[in-house]
């Protein structure tokens, strides 16, 4: 992909639809490249291939930004966790674009065995979301 070459994933999208998925994670995580271009070339080849919704996956906010830009509907991003310059990051994107999120307990520290300092990292990212203003949130556990 790095290269331009996306035969691969124009395969993969077209295998997974076949077999019936609902919907596609999409990420381009490729070491030492252009990952905000890649992502938003990947996600408009994608969508060019099918209408199955996509999740925008990527631990690179520029390249999440990339990605929302280009995309046509409403994404679901993957993902927002609980660490704090995350949130400052993807928080005002997800506002913009409208998307779904998938939120993950971790924070500065990781992801941590104790089932109350998970709870905690989640409530800090339901506030920080509230804060922003977002007026529905669902929770699935």
Request: with cysteine.
């Amino acid at each position: 992909m790095s290269k331009g070459d996306f035969s691969r994933v124009e395969q993969d999208t077209l295998a997974q639809v076949a077999a019936g998925a609902h919907m596609l994670d999409v990420n381009a995580g490729i070491p030492l490249a252009d990952e905000p271009k890649i992502l938003a070339d990947t996600i408009k080849l994608v969508q060019s291939l099918t209408d199955v919704p996509l999740s925008i996956d990527s631990s690179i906010v520029a390249a999440l930004q990339a990605g929302l830009e280009v995309y046509q509907g409403k994404a679901l991003l993957n993902s927002v966790t609980g660490e704090e310059e995350r949130l400052e990051e993807v928080l005002p994107l997800v506002k913009k674009y409208g998307c779904a999120v998938v939120a993950i307990s971790n924070d500065e520290t990781g992801i941590s065995e104790d089932p109350d300092v998970r709870f905690e990292v989640a409530k800090k990212i339901v506030d920080r979301a509230k804060d922003y203003g977002f007026p529905k949130l669902r929770y699935s556990c």
